[in-house]
């Protein structure tokens, strides 16, 4: 089956600095790829995601990058705000019945 | 308001205990799917659901048992647990099987003493 790993586990930038969270996936039949954002005590809601079929999204300060060759795939977040702190977590599906497949996922701290 | 809701919030059972956990979706979709949140560790896939057909999904405990009476709701039936079974369960519920965006209920803090 599918295995998404996630780095960093932890990422601590100042406020209005760029984040940068990278996934792998194994499958290579995966050709979905969204983006979960969790605050403390919610639920995961996505926040972008990418198909196989295109190289990079933008949605104002977020992106997602996908490398279909070497399997990876990352999240920019640019001019980061206090709002901004949460868990972040990829994931790869094949659109099969393994449904989603999350990586560990990434707590984003931002600085004052 | 994403549509998914489960109830409890919170949930405490002891060991012998029998308990469920139900999941209500209002966003017409056609897949729903339980998930096991544990801290350190990533979301874990528990049974996925496709038109009120259960995808076989042989790695979990038979502790757990699910139930889909129709596409709207989805039951998780709960039987002697184990502590180590203590997390937060995730109800989710996407239009179809096929990479289509899920959205996740508030989920259920259960607690197995």
């Known amino acids: 089956g599918e295995n998404v790993e996630q780095h960093p586990s932890t990422l601590s930038v100042q406020e209005g600095d760029s984040a940068v969270i990278k996934c792998t996936y194994s499958d290579s039949a995966s050709n979905y790829f969204p983006w979960y954002k969790q605050e403390l005590g919610k639920r995961p809601q996505l926040i972008i995601d990418?198909?196989?079929?295109?190289g990079e999204k933008k949605d104002q300060r977020i992106a997602v990058t996908l490398n279909k060759t070497a399997k990876h795939f990352s999240l920019h977040i640019t001019e980061t705000q206090p709002e901004d702190s949460a868990v972040y977590f990829c994931a790869a599906s094949t659109g099969g019945a393994d449904g989603l497949t999350f990586g560990k996922g990434t707590h984003l701290i931002i600085q004052p | 308001e994403t549509g998914v809701t489960q109830t409890p919030r919170h949930l405490v059972m002891g060991m012998t205990n029998k308990k469920s956990l139900k999941c209500e979706q209002h966003l017409g979709h056609n897949a729903m799917y339980w998930y096991k949140q544990s801290a350190k560790k990533p979301l874990e896939l528990m049974f996925v659901?496709?038109?009120?057909?259960?995808?076989e999904n042989n790695s979990v405990p038979s502790r757990f048992s699910p139930e889909c009476p129709n596409s709207s709701h989805l039951f998780l039936h709960l039987h002697t647990l184990q502590p180590e079974d203590s997390a937060l369960y995730l109800c989710a519920s996407s239009q179809s099987l096929a990479n289509t965006e899920a959205f996740f209920g508030q989920g259920t803090r259960l607690t197995v003493v």
């Open positions: 990418i198909r196989s079929n295109v």
């Open positions: 659901y496709s038109l009120e057909e259960r995808v």
